[in-house]
């Protein structure tokens, strides 16, 4: 059975900086494609980042993060991260890890691609 929980999430100050874990279980992360995507209230859900499934793992980020986040996985713990710095006062939302067997390029940004979602955590920035 897949299942996806997510932890790590909380409220920080602007330029501040979090960690989210995705901790994984029912199949292997180093194999499928996993992304971090995040709703704020009133908003369409967006994604933030992807590692493609396939040998090459290229992550794929949504220009509004990058150089600030970075999406990692750990074969041995089985899990995704997604270290944010430098967060803004627009990156506040529901964050949450998803899995798809198979995508690639910047379709792994799409959201409606993924079939495995875990409940999320939740992200606050003050300004």
């Known amino acids: 059975q897949v299942q996806l929980v997510e932890s790590g999430g909380g409220s920080v100050q602007a330029g501040g900086s979090l960690r989210l874990s995705c901790v994984a279980s029912?199949?292997?992360?180093?194999?499928?494609?996993m992304g971090w995507f995040r709703q704020a209230p009133g908003k369409d859900r967006e994604g933030v980042a992807a590692i493609a499934s396939g040998g090459s793992r290229i992550p794929y980020y949504t220009d509004s993060v990058k150089g600030r986040f970075t999406i990692s996985q750990d074969n041995a713990k089985n899990t995704l991260a997604l270290q944010m710095n430098s967060l803004k006062p627009e990156d506040p939302a529901m964050y949450s890890c998803?899995?798809?067997?198979?995508?690639?390029?910047?379709?792994?940004?799409?959201?409606?691609?993924?079939?495995?979602w875990g409940q999320g955590t939740q992200v606050t920035v003050s300004s």
């Open positions: 029912g199949f292997t992360v180093s194999i499928y494609c």
């Open positions: 998803a899995m798809t067997p198979w995508c690639s390029g910047l379709s792994s940004l799409d959201y409606k691609k993924y079939n495995y």
